[in-house]
């Protein structure tokens, strides 16, 4: 039985493999770029606001900061209570074109220890949860040059 793939947030991110993308908002008017995504009205002060529409934003970036996840988060996060915590690696990225930040983990095997401020990055499909009939799917950031 296959099980359905659904996004932990719905028109966040689309695609798989080379074509997954993060999806953003661009204000028409003072062309600012927003992530997570605005839909209602621009979020610049300065703007007397525009049109919002979605763009795909880049798929690349640069480490900004990070830090290891060392504790099980509260609900909602979902966890398995019988298997043993593993830490996680958070990751704050600076995206290429955007210069904007976007927050997320990384991909499973990379630590701390593998990351440094400054280095590049990309954003790839990955499984937040899953269950008997559904996976959960969200974004994770991969150091360039590591496989999949």
Do not use: K
């Given at each position: 039985?296959?099980?359905?793939?659904?996004?932990?947030?719905?028109?966040?991110?689309?695609?798989?493999?080379?074509?997954?993308?993060?999806?953003?908002?661009?204000?028409?008017?003072?062309?600012?770029?927003?992530?997570?995504?605005?839909?209602?009205?621009?979020?610049?002060?300065?703007?007397?606001?525009g049109e919002l529409e979605e763009?795909?934003?880049?798929?690349?970036?640069?480490?900004?900061?990070?830090?290891?996840?060392?504790?099980?988060?509260?609900?909602?996060?979902?966890?398995?209570?019988?298997?043993?915590?593993?830490?996680?690696?958070?990751?704050?990225?600076?995206?290429?074109?955007?210069?904007?930040?976007?927050?997320?983990?990384?991909?499973?095997?990379?630590?701390?220890?593998?990351?440094?401020?400054?280095?590049?990055?990309?954003?790839?499909?990955?499984?937040?949860?899953?269950?008997?009939?559904?996976?959960?799917?969200?974004?994770?950031?991969?150091?360039?040059?590591?496989?999949?």
């Amino acid at each position: 039985m296959s099980r359905a793939r659904t996004p932990v947030v719905a028109g966040w991110f689309t695609g798989e493999g080379d074509g997954f993308r993060l999806l953003g908002t661009r204000c028409a008017a003072c062309r600012s770029v927003f992530f997570p995504r605005e839909d209602t009205y621009c979020r610049n002060p300065a703007c007397p606001g525009g049109e919002l529409e979605e763009v795909p934003l880049s798929r690349r970036g640069r480490v900004w900061s990070y830090t290891d996840s060392r504790y099980r988060p509260p609900s909602p996060y979902v966890t398995d209570p019988e298997l043993p915590w593993e830490p996680y690696a958070l990751i704050a990225v600076e995206l290429a074109s955007e210069r904007i930040v976007v927050l997320g983990q990384a991909v499973p095997g990379v630590t701390v220890a593998d990351l440094t401020v400054g280095a590049e990055v990309e954003v790839v499909p990955g499984v937040l949860h899953e269950d008997g009939e559904t996976v959960f799917t969200t974004w994770r950031w991969r150091p360039t040059g590591v496989a999949a």
